[in-house]
């Protein structure tokens, strides 16, 4: 009988900084983790990403290729970032061609979120379970789906 192939969590090749705590099991490759970041457990970090000083990544969150995150982020549990749209009605094999993603300072995600690949600007909240379709350019709090702003932060 064939066996499967069997790839275990690990983390590699990632360039960090000073005070950086990985939870394991945490699948981490080839990103910059800046000084004091957290991940947490069940979480994976591919390649071609950045994560700010002081940024917190919580439980079972995705964070995919080409994303930026800024300092002093808060990124709640499971939430899902995407750069491949999709948009030939399949998955797009060309990195070269998939969306950028940047998270700006002082960013908060909650928990189940999914940012498409969008520009989010600083002092911003994304409540929990929204979609991210467009790019945020003004401080404030979102929600829904597709997320919309309901205020401005005190």
């Excluded at 705590?21 to 069940?42: A, K, M, Q, R």
């Excluded at 995705?62 to 899902?80: K, L």
């Amino acid at each position: 009988m064939p066996q499967p192939r069997i790839l275990k969590a690990k983390v590699v090749d990632v360039e960090c900084g000073d005070g950086v705590t990985i939870i394991e099991p945490s699948n981490v490759y080839g990103c910059t983790l800046e000084d004091d970041v957290f991940i947490g457990p069940f979480v994976e970090i591919q390649k071609h990403t950045t994560i700010g000083a002081r940024t917190k990544v919580q439980s079972h969150a995705f964070i995919c290729e080409f994303v930026t995150i800024g300092q002093d982020c808060f990124i709640g549990h499971g939430v899902m970032f995407a750069n491949d749209l999709f948009k030939g009605g399949k998955p797009n094999p060309n990195p070269e061609s998939w969306g950028r993603t940047q998270i700006a300072d002082s960013v908060t995600i909650g928990s189940n979120a999914t940012i498409l690949a969008v520009k989010i600007c600083a002092h911003t909240v994304i409540g929990a379970g929204s979609v991210v379709t467009k790019d945020i350019t003004e401080p404030g709090i979102y929600a829904g789906n597709p997320a919309r702003k309901l205020r401005p932060l005190p």
